[in-house]
């Protein structure tokens, strides 16, 4: 069982896409007002070991501008479960989000109370980005959170992730991303990660674009005490397509990659990914954003590990 995606995973290679200005020619003008919204968010994974994760949560917004300008509280309730064991959660969370749609600059924050069993933590889940030089972005984020295993939620174990994305426009076709970060556990774990992301845009318009992938961690501790996948050194090299579209102002993408990973010293083995993203404009009434996936890679019993997930939102304006 591996820890979960965390929202950056999601966030960072759309920001990335963005910015390099595949829908440049086809951002909406600003037609919100500000006001007061309410909402809801789903999250839901099943994984290959039988480990499921339910999120529902309800939303109110004082301050309400659009989809990537707002200030709020969210309410969660999270449900975990593995053949006999279940574990029930409660979040609080401040939510807020201020990003320019036509550059992607700008910042997002969740920060909540979340218990679950006799544990309680202190989460946070944020970014920040901002433009240089024309072709030139830095991204800063920190996400804390608990490890979401059996094992780790029994022990109250989370972690904390912290590091900075930098995308450099090379031409008009391809863009260099970078990544660095340290996660640090509360069993005294850490693991340094290393990221670096090469994206070719054979054409402006057509949004469509080929990405070589490749991520890599060290562990100071060998098995995380056998609480959740973790081995002392992961590397993973990955060739993805990606292709993005909007219709009638709503906007798809997708990404599909095949990759090899490497395991301490153990042969490598094949992996796997899919994206599907859609969102609703940005600015009305009503906003709707969702993005689903499946990973195929190792985990505790083999290489055959797959891990299904789909997130969405809902919001209405009044």
Request: proline share 3%.
């Amino acid at each position: 069982m591996k820890i979960k995606p965390t929202n950056l995973c999601i966030t960072i290679p759309l920001l990335m896409m963005i910015s390099m200005g595949c829908f440049a020619n086809e951002l909406e003008e600003k037609k919100g007002t500000s006001g007061r919204a309410v909402g809801t968010e789903f999250f839901f994974s099943d994984d290959s070991e039988g480990f499921q994760t339910r999120k529902l949560s309800a939303e109110f917004f004082p301050k309400y501008e659009s989809g990537d300008s707002y200030l709020g509280v969210r309410a969660s309730a999270y449900q975990y479960k593995a053949d006999n064991w279940n574990r029930d959660g409660q979040k609080i969370s401040f939510v807020g989000r201020d990003v320019d749609s036509a550059t992607a600059n700008g910042w997002f924050l969740d920060a909540g109370l979340f218990e679950q069993d006799n544990h309680t933590l202190l989460t946070l889940d944020g970014s920040y980005r901002t433009q240089f030089f024309d072709k030139t972005a830095l991204e800063v984020f920190a996400n804390r959170d608990w490890v979401e295993t059996q094992s780790a939620l029994d022990q109250g174990i989370n972690f904390t992730f912290v590091g900075a994305a930098l995308d450099q426009g090379l031409g008009d076709h391809v863009t260099l991303v970078g990544l660095a970060g340290t996660q640090f556990f509360s069993d005294d774990n850490r693991r340094d990660h290393g990221r670096i992301k090469v994206i070719y845009q054979p054409s402006l318009n057509l949004g469509l674009t080929v990405q070589a992938r490749y991520r890599t961690y060290h562990s100071r501790q060998e098995d995380g005490g056998g609480a959740y996948f973790n081995p002392k050194n992961y590397k993973e090299s990955m060739l993805a397509v990606g292709w993005r579209q909007r219709f009638a102002k709503w906007s798809t993408g997708l990404t599909v990659g095949l990759g090899r990973e490497k395991i301490n010293d153990d042969p490598s083995q094949s992996t796997q990914l899919f994206e599907l993203n859609l969102q609703s404009p940005v600015y009305g009434s009503q906003f709707f954003r969702m993005n689903a996936g499946y990973n195929k890679s190792a985990s505790f019993n083999g290489p055959n590990y797959n891990y299904p997930y789909v997130r969405g939102e809902w919001i209405l304006q009044f």
